[in-house]
């Protein structure tokens, strides 16, 4: 008899993503924080910097978006530091 299978943490956080941007088109929004944090744990204990980083700036942007900017803050000042420190590359 074949082990249970755990479950792909990539697919998991993914399919919570998709449920927030879901739930958020269609108006239904009491879930999207907990589906976007949800996705959020899943990618920063896996360590998957990309995939948790995609996610904070869509929950960010539907956070600006639903009028409460202040909650994304934290999150849009982390990028405009890392703007601040980006170099140019000559054309």
Do not use: C, K, Y
């Amino acid at each position: 008899m074949d082990a249970p299978r755990r479950p792909n943490p990539l697919l998991q956080g993914h399919a919570l993503r998709f449920r927030a941007q879901i739930d958020a088109s269609r108006g239904q929004e009491e879930h999207v924080d907990d589906a976007f944090a949800g996705a959020e744990t899943i990618f920063r204990e896996t360590r998957m910097p990309f995939h948790l980083g995609v996610t904070l700036l869509e929950h960010g942007e539907w956070l600006t978006g639903t009028g409460r900017p202040d909650e994304a803050r934290p999150w849009l000042d982390r990028v405009d530091a890392l703007e601040a420190t980006r170099t140019t590359v000559p054309a």
